[in-house]
């Protein structure tokens, strides 16, 4: 975070750790599928699975039975792996990020969950004086500004109308000379 420290190996190694557990808490959220007893699907190839969509992805990860999940979601890339965390419900969301918070412990930064709105979760990080540091919006983060476009967009359509009627009498005044 840019505080000039030096960190010991240890201090790297808890954070390694509490990164790993939480990346294994986000793989097991993803893979977790609703519930429901499915058909399992036949084994495909990691190199086939890696071209799929991230819906079908997301679709045969969840159908298939729990020993057979890793190998697919080393497949994945952390940003597929992501979108997928995105989808979960936002109590399921809070759950894993929750799982992260400890990583900046061994550094002495205190992450923390500030506000949990539909679709969006906003995570502070404060040092160990509890100034805060930095603050973090995941998920939709646009802000309602109450500023609307109405007017805008009416004085638009309004010249592209005036514009089209104005090329219409231009075309006809030509046919007519």
Do not use: H
């Not at 992450?111 to 949990?116: A, K, N, R, T």
Request: contains cysteine; charged residues 25%; negative net charge.
């Amino acid at each position: 975070m840019g505080s000039g420290r030096e960190w010991t190996s240890a201090q790297c190694d808890q954070a390694i750790a509490a990164l790993s557990a939480w990346a294994a808490e986000r793989d097991s959220a993803i893979s977790g599928g609703s519930g429901q007893t499915q058909t399992v699907p036949d084994p495909i190839e990691p190199e086939e699975f890696g071209e799929m969509s991230i819906d079908e992805k997301q679709e045969y990860i969840t159908s298939i039975p729990s020993e057979q999940k890793q190998e697919y979601l080393d497949v994945m890339t952390n940003d597929e792996k992501n979108q997928l965390l995105k989808k979960l419900d936002t109590s399921e969301q809070v759950e894993v990020i929750a799982g992260m918070l400890g990583f900046g412990d061994p550094f002495g930064y205190n992450f923390s969950i500030e506000d949990v709105s539909d679709g969006s979760v906003m995570i502070s990080a404060r040092d160990e004086d509890n100034k805060l540091i930095g603050v973090t919006v995941l998920g939709d983060s646009v802000e309602k500004t109450g500023q609307t476009y109405t007017y805008p967009i009416i004085a638009a359509l309004s010249t592209i109308l005036m514009s089209a009627i104005g090329i219409i009498i231009l075309l006809r005044k030509g046919r007519c000379d």
